[in-house]
């Protein structure tokens, strides 16, 4: 998904899915971008890529690589990203996807592997991590080592702190799911939008949104069974502002560093 506009990303105005983990001269410039690396660790298979924001800047730094694009026409929510490549969806060859972010660019292909290698007995995975601190994190409610829902940070910050406590995983936005009942659920997501009041060019207007933490509760409430698995929380780390893009570019440098060691 590298469709959004990453406001968070002060004194960049480009797509920061295509920002670099090796700067050179500057913070915004350098070589490897984010999403080169993402595509280069994600499994073998068919691939897309979501656009809008700055989307020839997006198909220009990916034009070596055989991939489908996807416009995402409003940015409605992670489900509708997923909405957007509903066609790619539906035509491809494949048993198993994977669903990740276009700004997350340190998890590794054993970690996708593994997901994918879950889906064995589920029809869908969710890749947790456990933070030192949960900050705003979405929360996954794990009942008997199955997903029943994820509770996003405005639900879950009243909760008592004994219930707080007892949700230790939080969710990474990265996911893996069978072809057959996520094409089924796709169609249920589409029919059930959230209606959110956006500031749109200084009018409040309602917009229907869509969100992939939907699928999971869809999924569950229908009796199947949704998987996760863990990754440390540095390796999911998404890259929402300037530290934590400085931050990624001092972890991607320090591994590279060792592989040339090795």
Not at 204 to 217: K, N, Q
Not at 233 to 262: C, H, T
Request: charged share 25%; with cysteine; proline share 5%.
């Amino acid at each position: 998904m590298a469709a959004g506009r990453g406001s968070r990303m002060k004194g960049y105005d480009g797509n920061k899915t295509i920002l670099p983990l090796v700067p050179e001269g500057s913070v915004f410039e350098g070589s490897n971008p984010i999403l080169l690396n993402i595509l280069k660790n994600l499994p073998p298979g068919p691939k897309a890529v979501i656009v809008n924001h700055r989307k020839e800047d997006v198909i220009g730094a990916t034009r070596n690589i055989d991939l489908a694009y996807c416009e995402q026409p409003e940015l409605n929510g992670t489900g509708g990203a997923l909405l957007a490549a509903q066609e790619f969806l539906e035509d491809v060859d494949y048993d198993r996807l994977i669903i990740t972010m276009g700004d997350v660019p340190l998890v590794r292909s054993g970690t996708y592997l593994k997901l994918v290698q879950g889906l064995k007995n589920d029809p869908m995975i969710v890749l947790g991590f456990r933070p030192e601190s949960k900050k705003r994190y979405g929360i996954l409610d794990i009942e008997s080592a199955q997903v029943t829902k994820i509770i996003e940070w405005e639900y879950w910050k009243s909760y008592p702190e004994d219930r707080q406590r007892a949700l230790q995983v939080c969710n990474s936005g990265i996911y893996a799911a069978r072809k057959g009942p996520l094409l089924h659920y796709l169609s249920v997501l589409a029919s059930r939008p959230h209606i959110v009041h956006k500031d749109i060019d200084g009018r409040l207007r309602d917009v229907d949104e869509y969100f992939i933490t939907d699928l999971v509760e869809y999924m569950h409430d229908d009796g199947l069974n949704i998987g996760y698995a863990t990754a440390d929380e540095e390796e999911v780390m998404g890259i929402d502002d300037l530290p934590a893009l400085q931050r990624a570019q001092e972890i991607f440098l320090s591994q590279m560093g060792r592989q040339k060691k090795s």
